[in-house]
């Protein structure tokens, strides 16, 4: 099966797709769009790991979603998320980090403990982190500096590369990942809103992927509807637009940044 775009951060895992799952990947193959499932907790990372195992062109991501850090027992589901980290088809720790919006002190504490349990899994598996960041309401502290903090403990624990999912960060946060030699990924709110156009066209397009996060934020002309893997094209199309480079040129270099990042076989 020819693959032309990759949907790197998907969660057709989650019970939105339970009643047509097989029916959103066929439409996802027909698209030649190959995805990558993440796993938030212990079910859906081995919900995430049953749908790699049973699908060619589906891989897997396992971890413990930062805002579920707060639950009494996410450290038990994560024993228990380290026992598929070294599954072949599973290419990368996460989804974890550090989410710092509706978060107490207390909290941030936990969510730094725990992510820094996922680096050392990274580690371990010598497999890179899929991240999810997402700063305070006010950054003007930083300890509600989310992305300022998790760059920090990456540069001084881990020994694998990153990616920041849904990259809502400022273009010196962008500066400061592409530096490190890691990546970020961009949804269908490129579509609809102008945020990030100065980083995407400021970024080396080595250093960016492309994701759904679906079933969520679904890019125009869908918006409104449930996002599902095959809208990534959208995404794509819109990155080599804001580029004004040619959907070929950054759709294959997207793939390579893929294959790169997640150790995928170059048939992928």
Same mark, same amino acid.
């Given at each position: 099966?020819?693959?032309?775009?990759?949907?790197?951060?998907?969660?057709?895992?989650?019970?939105?797709?339970?009643?047509?799952?097989?029916?959103?990947?066929?439409?996802?193959?027909?698209?030649?769009?190959?995805?990558?499932?993440?796993?938030?907790?212990?079910?859906?990372?081995?919900?995430?790991?049953?749908?790699?195992?049973?699908?060619?062109?589906?891989?897997?991501?396992?971890?413990?979603?930062?805002?579920?850090?707060?639950?009494?027992?996410?450290?038990?589901?994560?024993?228990?998320?380290?026992?598929?980290?070294?599954?072949?088809?599973?290419?990368?720790?996460?989804?974890?980090?550090?989410?710092?919006?509706?978060?107490?002190?207390?909290?941030?504490?936990?969510?730094?403990?725990?992510?820094?349990?996922?680096?050392?899994?990274?580690?371990?598996?010598?497999?890179?982190?899929?991240?999810?960041?997402?700063?305070?309401?006010?950054?003007?502290?930083?300890?509600?500096?989310?992305?300022?903090?998790?760059?920090?403990?990456?540069?001084?624990?881990?020994?694998?590369?990153?990616?920041?999912?849904?990259?809502?960060?400022?273009?010196?946060?962008?500066?400061?990942?592409?530096?490190?030699? +890691?990546? &970020? %990924?961009? =949804?269908?709110?490129?579509?609809? *809103?102008?945020?990030?156009?100065?980083?995407? /066209? $400021?970024? !080396?397009?080595? +250093?960016? &992927? %492309?994701? =759904?996060?679906?079933?969520?934020? *679904?890019?125009?002309?869908?918006?409104?509807? /449930? $996002?599902? !893997?095959?809208?990534?094209?959208?995404?794509?199309?819109?990155?080599?637009?804001?580029?004004?480079?040619?959907?070929?040129?950054?759709?294959?270099?997207?793939?390579?940044?893929?294959?790169?990042?997640?150790?995928?076989?170059?048939?992928?």
């Amino acid at each position: 099966m020819n693959i032309k775009y990759i949907d790197i951060h998907g969660h057709i895992n989650f019970p939105e797709y339970d009643t047509d799952r097989e029916e959103v990947i066929k439409r996802a193959q027909e698209a030649e769009v190959g995805m990558i499932t993440v796993g938030v907790g212990q079910k859906s990372s081995e919900k995430a790991v049953q749908l790699a195992e049973t699908h060619e062109n589906i891989w897997a991501i396992v971890g413990i979603h930062p805002v579920d850090t707060n639950k009494e027992n996410a450290h038990l589901e994560f024993e228990s998320v380290k026992g598929l980290a070294r599954h072949p088809k599973v290419v990368a720790i996460g989804e974890c980090g550090l989410d710092y919006f509706h978060s107490k002190p207390e909290d941030m504490a936990r969510q730094r403990e725990l992510f820094l349990r996922h680096i050392e899994l990274a580690n371990e598996a010598g497999k890179p982190l899929m991240l999810h960041v997402r700063n305070g309401k006010s950054t003007i502290s930083n300890s509600n500096n989310a992305y300022q903090e998790a760059i920090i403990l990456l540069k001084k624990h881990a020994k694998v590369q990153a990616n920041f999912h849904f990259f809502a960060g400022t273009l010196q946060d962008s500066k400061n990942i592409v530096e490190m030699g +890691n990546t &970020m %990924s961009f =949804t269908g709110v490129l579509t609809f *809103a102008r945020n990030y156009d100065e980083v995407i /066209r $400021n970024t !080396p397009l080595e +250093n960016i &992927m %492309s994701e =759904t996060d679906c079933p969520f934020v *679904a890019p125009a002309p869908y918006r409104g509807k /449930r $996002n599902e !893997p095959s809208y990534v094209m959208e995404v794509t199309k819109k990155i080599a637009e804001i580029r004004g480079e040619s959907l070929n040129n950054v759709s294959g270099q997207i793939m390579e940044n893929t294959r790169r990042m997640f150790s995928l076989p170059a048939s992928f």
